[in-house]
């Protein structure tokens, strides 16, 4: 069984910064992909930024230009750099990671709120 752990949510104010982690149990090259996604109150869960297996990275309209996604092979983690935050960015993040004829793994998720 696949945990992923997240951490590094928290209180900020617009025009912050904040890096999310995401600690995988096992080898994150094992994964096809693994991603970032954000759910807002009362909204679905909708697409932040994926990276997969060959490093190939893709990111929601509403992130481009501010959030990275990038990966540490050496302690099986994925982050999310978030910059320049604003208030609508506030909600539950999770992280997934996706074996292709596997399935599909969830984090419990970490809340970040951004004052405005």
């Known amino acids: 069984q696949v945990h992923l752990v997240e951490s590094g949510g928290g209180l900020v104010q617009a025009g912050g910064s904040l890096t999310l982690s995401c600690a995988a149990s096992?080898?994150?090259?094992?994964?096809?992909?693994m991603g970032w996604f954000h759910q807002a109150p009362g909204e679905e869960r909708e697409l932040v930024a994926d990276i997969n297996v060959g490093g190939r990275r893709d990111y929601g309209d509403s992130v481009k230009g501010r959030f990275v996604i990038y990966r540490d092979g050496s302690k099986n983690t994925v982050y999310l750099q978030m910059n320049s935050l604003k208030p609508e960015d506030t909600g539950v993040y999770y992280c997934n990671a996706r074996i292709e004829g596997t399935g599909i793994y969830w984090g419990q998720g970490t809340q970040v709120t951004v004052s405005s």
């Open positions: 096992e080898n994150i090259f094992n994964f096809n992909a």
